[in-house]
């Protein structure tokens, strides 16, 4: 499946991944594809105007989307799915609907426990129904509505925000919608719903806190930096996201007459890590949260919970297992988390990117734990400056070119500057030199042309 472009679906035979179905079929038989895909290793069904792989163009896909939703709530557990999607495929409109794979369920459709095998569903046997059961067994704690809970718990402004974000195929019903992504339930909030949409997340779940240190050095200490973020899911990711990208250090060198500029570690890796232990964290072991802290050498992202299902430390690259799936489908629909879950690979890839070694990941008692490898800090890193400081007082881009030159330099003339920005006025190298001066960071030495800066 992640090899085959989705457009390219309509075209492939039906297969252990890959289901075909008709827009005049019942949303329970429909359902029951759905349902076997997910009870096996997820993948997608295309629904035509035709009967099965026998392809022919629908004659109203928003119908047909319709459809799918309707079959996906019709399985027991309500199957969360992404929005399915209209491709056109040698000019025939087909809609393709993509079942995760991973997920912590097993799903039945009117009683019946079906799984994909080969290019058709299959009814389970006791055994294998005992050992699906076995592997995936989770109380489904986002899915539950705590006592006393009420609609009145949601925000109406992050529900209407999330449903734009969505847009045209979530339709005319948030609340529908919310019902469809497992937030709601007979019209009361899951667990889900209100870690996501709550008003006061702090008030019902106190331990769905994130809380952020900087420390100076390699260890802990006395002195440090604190954050605590206790809020809705994604606004939590978005403040604990900025908090990382303002506290971790950047720098520059100059090489010849061009800046450089590197990070303490690799934005994208730092976001997948984050964005990863909010999605798949054990909501349900209180009494802790999410634990980010940031060293000198070292980022270390702790999430309440061991791996889950049958996801190991030696298997964590290649397999797929959702704790969470309400969670990472909205969080998803957001763009704040891929859908597919290759986080580990992310992570990997970026680190490797920037020179840096791979990341180490360590089960603990109760919980998971991820450690990213940083840049080497100032004095270790040939030619390099930690800018964090000036970058904090408001210098901009050619002050810090500027302050760099001198380090490589010991000194600088406003020509030197000059050259390096060629498009910027005298005056307004003149300025930046003269402001760096103010601010007590450079001293000037002699007078008109023999006028050169050195640091103070």
Same mark, same amino acid.
């Given at each position: 499946?992640?090899?085959?472009?989705?457009?390219?679906?309509?075209?492939? $035979?039906?297969?252990?991944?890959?289901? /075909?179905?008709?827009?005049?079929?019942?949303?329970?038989?429909?359902? %029951?594809?759905?349902?076997?895909?997910?009870?096996?290793?997820?993948?997608?069904?295309?629904?035509?105007?035709?009967?099965?792989?026998?392809?022919?163009?629908?004659?109203?896909?928003?119908?047909?989307? +319709?459809?799918?939703?309707?079959?996906?709530?019709?399985?027991?557990?309500?199957?969360?799915?992404?929005?399915?999607?209209?491709?056109?495929?040698?000019?025939?409109?087909?809609?393709?609907?993509?079942?995760?794979?991973?997920?912590?369920?097993?799903?039945?459709?009117?009683?019946?426990?079906?799984?994909?095998?080969?290019?058709?569903?299959?009814?389970?046997?006791?055994?294998?129904?005992?050992?699906? /059961?076995?592997?995936?067994?989770?109380?489904?704690?986002?899915?539950?509505?705590? $006592?006393?809970?009420?609609?009145?718990?949601?925000?109406?402004?992050?529900?209407?925000?999330?449903?734009?974000?969505?847009?045209?195929?979530?339709?005319?019903?948030?609340?529908?919608?919310?019902?469809?992504?497992?937030?709601?339930?007979?019209?009361?909030?899951?667990?889900?719903?209100?870690?996501?949409?709550?008003?006061?997340?702090?008030?019902?779940?106190?331990?769905?806190?994130?809380?952020?240190?900087?420390?100076?050095?390699? +260890?802990?200490?006395?002195?440090?930096?604190?954050?605590?973020?206790?809020?809705?899911?994604?606004?939590?990711?978005?403040?604990?996201?900025?908090?990382?990208?303002?506290? =971790?250090?950047?720098?520059?060198?100059?090489?010849?007459?061009?800046?450089?500029?590197?990070?303490?570690?690799?934005?994208?890796?730092?976001?997948?890590? &984050?964005?990863?232990?909010?999605?798949?964290?054990?909501?349900?072991?209180?009494?802790?949260?999410?634990?980010?802290?940031?060293?000198?050498?070292? &980022?270390?992202?702790?999430?309440?919970?061991?791996?889950?299902?049958?996801?190991?430390?030696?298997?964590?690259?290649?397999?797929?297992?959702?704790?969470?799936?309400?969670?990472?489908?909205?969080?998803?629909?957001?763009?704040?988390?891929?859908?597919?879950?290759?986080?580990?690979?992310?992570?990997?890839?970026?680190?490797?990117?920037?020179?840096?070694?791979?990341?180490? /990941?360590?089960?603990?008692?109760?919980?998971?734990?991820?450690?990213?490898?940083?840049?080497?800090?100032?004095?270790?890193?040939?030619?390099?400056?930690?800018?964090?400081?000036?970058?904090?007082?408001?210098?901009?881009?050619?002050?810090?070119?500027?302050?760099? /030159?001198?380090?490589?330099?010991?000194?600088?003339?406003?020509? @030197?500057?000059?050259? =390096?920005?060629? @498009?910027?006025?005298? %005056?307004?190298?003149?300025?930046?030199?003269?402001? &760096?001066?103010?601010?007590?960071?450079?001293?000037?030495?002699?007078?008109?042309?023999?006028?050169?800066?050195?640091?103070?």
């Amino acid at each position: 499946m992640e090899s085959s472009p989705i457009a390219a679906l309509p075209g492939q $035979p039906p297969g252990p991944r890959l289901a /075909f179905a008709g827009d005049r079929q019942r949303p329970d038989e429909i359902a %029951e594809s759905l349902a076997a895909l997910a009870n096996a290793h997820g993948g997608a069904l295309v629904i035509s105007g035709g009967r099965g792989p026998q392809l022919a163009p629908l004659r109203d896909p928003a119908a047909a989307i +319709e459809l799918a939703l309707s079959a996906a709530l019709a399985c027991t557990p309500p199957l969360i799915i992404p929005l399915p999607q209209v491709v056109v495929y040698h000019d025939m409109p087909v809609v393709i609907v993509e079942v995760p794979a991973g997920l912590p369920y097993v799903y039945s459709v009117n009683g019946r426990y079906l799984r994909r095998e080969g290019a058709s569903n299959q009814p389970l046997s006791p055994a294998a129904l005992h050992r699906l /059961f076995s592997e995936r067994a989770d109380l489904g704690w986002e899915r539950q509505v705590p $006592p006393g809970a009420t609609f009145t718990e949601l925000d109406p402004d992050l529900i209407a925000a999330y449903a734009r974000r969505v847009g045209p195929p979530a339709g005319d019903d948030p609340l529908a919608l919310l019902a469809r992504r497992g937030c709601l339930i007979d019209g009361a909030p899951t667990n889900a719903g209100l870690l996501l949409f709550g008003r006061d997340v702090a008030a019902r779940f106190p331990h769905a806190e994130i809380t952020l240190v900087r420390y100076r050095g390699r +260890e802990p200490a006395d002195v440090f930096e604190r954050e605590d973020i206790c809020a809705p899911l994604p606004e939590a990711i978005r403040r604990a996201e900025r908090w990382l990208n303002e506290h =971790m250090r950047k720098g520059s060198r100059m090489v010849g007459l061009e800046r450089e500029d590197w990070t303490q570690f690799p934005p994208g890796a730092v976001r997948e890590a &984050l964005v990863n232990a909010v999605a798949h964290r054990d909501y349900a072991a209180r009494g802790e949260g999410i634990r980010i802290t940031l060293f000198s050498d070292r &980022l270390e992202v702790y999430s309440p919970g061991r791996l889950p299902g049958h996801v190991t430390l030696d298997n964590i690259r290649a397999e797929r297992f959702s704790r969470n799936p309400a969670l990472v489908q909205v969080l998803a629909d957001l763009g704040l988390v891929e859908r597919l879950g290759y986080g580990i690979d992310r992570i990997l890839r970026q680190l490797a990117a920037a020179g840096l070694p791979p990341a180490t /990941f360590r089960e603990t008692a109760a919980g998971f734990l991820v450690i990213l490898p940083g840049q080497p800090i100032a004095e270790e890193l040939p030619g390099g400056v930690d800018t964090t400081a000036w970058r904090r007082m408001g210098l901009n881009d050619r002050q810090i070119a500027a302050l760099l /030159f001198v380090v490589e330099h010991q000194r600088i003339t406003n020509r @030197d500057l000059q050259e =390096m920005y060629p @498009d910027v006025s005298a %005056e307004t190298i003149r300025r930046d030199l003269s402001d &760096l001066v103010s601010r007590g960071l450079l001293l000037k030495v002699g007078d008109k042309r023999a006028t050169y800066y050195i640091l103070k």
